[in-house]
């Protein structure tokens, strides 16, 4: 998701294997390597001795956006994060309503508060997409300012543009997304509120809507 020629920040970068993966595949010609711990940086400093890039990636200790100037990079990544910080992280940085810069967001977890936060405040998911590493499926996603808070149906934070993801990952994502909704729809129908259980129910229903439309063989 990327775009080539442009510059990235990858925010929270750990060993910098992605930003080392760009400049060396000439996806972008410089890069930021950002993390807000001296341990990961100096793991992202070994990457990129050991790649040699070090005069095409910048190592930043930066709390999220906080020590980036946004003329310093376009597309803007954060991976392996949980949704909910990457939604503090997003929210504090006005600069990033600009509808120049890319966000390429792979949340490890809660990916409907950044999905929800996003559409609420004015950006837009232009492409999503879903793999498995290791056994283990992950979702991501671009996403970019367009200055308007369009109309979504409630379980679209939930399965974001996946349904359009022609991928059979996409629809084991979303297949797991629904049964870790029907866990918390059977614990808020035994102890919780009926009010919360009925909205459970409506989002269930769409996002396995959404399944179903997706092709049988993806
Ligand atoms: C699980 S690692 C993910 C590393 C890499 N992005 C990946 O996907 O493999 C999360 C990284 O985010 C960093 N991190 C956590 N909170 C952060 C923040 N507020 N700002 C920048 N980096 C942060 C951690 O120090 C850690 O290196």
């Known amino acids: 998701m990327v775009r080539h020629g442009k510059?990235?920040?990858?925010?929270?970068?750990?060993?910098?294997?992605?930003?080392?993966?760009?400049?060396?595949?000439?996806?972008?010609?410089t890069a930021l390597a950002c993390d807000l711990r001296k341990g990961p940086l100096d793991n992202a400093k070994k990457t990129v001795d050991c790649y040699g890039v070090g005069d095409k990636i910048?190592?930043?200790?930066s709390d999220g956006f906080d020590k980036i100037d946004p003329t310093e990079a376009d597309d803007f990544i954060m991976c392996g994060m949980g949704g909910t910080l990457m939604t503090e992280l997003v929210a504090r940085t006005d600069w990033l309503k600009d509808t120049e810069k890319l966000l390429i967001l792979q949340p490890q977890s809660h990916a409907e508060d950044i999905r929800d936060f996003l559409i609420r405040n004015g950006f837009e998911i232009l492409t999503e997409d879903a793999c498995t590493d290791s056994?283990?499926?992950?979702?991501?996603f671009s996403a970019r300012w367009c200055g308007e808070a369009k109309e979504y149906s409630d379980g679209y934070i939930y399965y974001g543009k996946l349904p359009e993801c022609k991928k059979a990952e996409a629809k084991q994502y979303l297949i797991k997304t629904a049964d870790r909704l029907k866990t918390k729809l059977e614990a808020e129908k035994n102890h919780g509120s009926a009010e919360k259980a009925d909205y459970l129910s409506r989002i269930i229903s769409e996002t396995e809507e959404k399944i179903n439309e997706m092709q049988p063989d993806c």
């Open 7 to 29: 510059i990235a920040a990858d925010i929270g970068t750990d060993h910098a294997y992605l930003p080392a993966w760009l400049v060396l595949n000439g996806i972008c010609p």
């Open 58 to 61: 910048t190592l930043r200790l």
């Open 135 to 140: 056994g283990k499926l992950y979702c991501a």
